[in-house]
């Protein structure tokens, strides 16, 4: 069922984000949609893919990558992906108190996107950036 759904968010782009909720808690279909969230020629698919990516285990080898995912995301071009971008780091600073070593350019990344046009991307930077400057208990 779950490559069924897989194929299917990316097939519909009407019924994107109810097939997303469908797969939600699916970890069969994590490899697909980390797939997905890399390729997709579509903004929502790619935003509806890193929302399904559980980047809040440290110990987690794809965790570490579905961070990386995020970090990457927050330079796209659609506005859906870099809000689902913050939000998944989010997700990772909540969990483990900060962002991952190495995570200048996200640091970087979340600082451009406070000036951004969009409210909810540039509120959620914010917040992030924020949380990170006041230290643990995000």
Do not use: C, K
Not at 24 to 35: E, M
Not at 44 to 67: N, T
Not at 96 to 105: A, I, T
């Amino acid at each position: 069922m779950a490559w069924a759904l897989v194929a299917h968010l990316e097939a519909d782009p009407q019924h994107t984000w109810r097939t997303r909720d469908a797969l939600h808690g699916l970890t069969q279909a994590l490899p697909d949609v980390r797939r997905l969230a890399d390729d997709s020629p579509a903004g929502e698919v790619r935003a509806a893919a890193l929302s399904l990516l559980d980047g809040d285990d440290a110990s987690d080898g794809q965790a570490r990558h579905d961070v990386r995912r995020f970090v990457r995301s927050l330079d796209d071009p659609h506005e859906a992906v870099r809000y689902e971008a913050v939000l998944g780091l989010e997700r990772w600073v909540e969990a483990n108190g900060s962002l991952p070593p190495d995570s200048e350019h996200a640091r970087a990344g979340l600082a451009a996107l406070t000036a951004n046009p969009s409210p909810r991307l540039r509120q959620a930077a914010t917040g992030l950036l924020e949380a990170l400057d006041s230290g643990p208990g995000i």
